[in-house]
């Protein structure tokens, strides 16, 4: 399958202070990239899509100042949570299809602890 | 209704044996289908997937589909405890953003020496 990757693996930041969490497809191009959120024993929800150069388009609930989410190339999208709280702290997946398949790759997750 | 809905389990099944996870779907335009495993802590990699109605096997993993029945299964045959694991079950959708994957809350498994 191909291969997406995720940088940094965890973080642990203060309350207030942003945090920028990046996802690369490494052997395709990703013509779309998705970003979810899974807090413990909770099922994956999905906070936004991104396509190459476009805007993303953010769930229903999902606040579009706060997580800010660019895709300039066919290989990388950041997301980054802008003043981060407590409640944010979660587990932050993104996942990459490509313009010849459905199927959708995920990177290996960012875990993310606000303090 | 849930737009994917799954046991949580956990289904436990002896070492050797089949296990059986089960998923329906409530949107009648679903196209494609996909099972995930998930181990604790870690993120969803892709089993398999499925189109068309019937059976699909890859390995010792049978992915089969019933749309009338709105129903999609996983079969895993000659269960390993590395098989122990959450199997989220996902569906595509076409909307206005995109195609878009609807997961289902998952169903435990253990399997037991």
């Known amino acids: 399958g191909a291969v997406v990757s995720q940088h940094p693996s965890w973080v642990i930041c203060k309350s207030g202070t942003s945090v920028k969490i990046e996802c690369r497809s490494l052997d395709f191009q990703a013509t779309t990239m998705f970003w979810y959120r899974q807090f413990p024993k909770q099922s994956l929800m999905l906070m936004a899509t991104s396509n190459e150069g476009s805007k993303a388009t953010y769930e229903q609930g999902v606040e579009k100042d706060k997580f800010l989410i660019n895709h300039a190339s066919l290989t990388l999208s950041t997301l980054t949570v802008t003043s981060a709280h407590p409640e944010d702290s979660s587990f932050y997946i993104c996942?990459?299809?490509?313009?010849?398949?459905?199927?959708?790759?995920f990177g290996p997750g960012t875990r993310l602890t606000v303090l | 209704q849930k737009e994917v809905e799954q046991n949580s389990g956990p289904l436990s099944v002896p070492e050797g044996a089949i296990a059986s996870l089960n998923c329906t779907y409530s949107d009648r335009g679903s196209q494609s289908f996909f099972w995930y495993r998930q181990y604790s802590g870690k993120s969803p990699e892709l089993i398999m997937f499925i189109y068309s109605n019937g059976d699909k096997e890859d390995g010792r993993f049978t992915a089969q589909l019933n749309k009338a029945s709105q129903y999609v299964s996983l079969l895993i045959r000659d269960s390993q405890p590395s098989d122990s694991a959450t199997y989220l079950c996902?569906?595509?959708?076409?909307?206005?953003?995109?195609?878009?994957?609807?997961f289902g809350t998952g169903t435990q498994l253990k399997v037991e020496l």
């Open positions: 996902a569906v595509n959708r076409v909307t206005g953003g995109g195609n878009k994957l609807t």
């Open positions: 996942s990459a299809s490509g313009r010849w398949f459905n199927e959708q790759f």
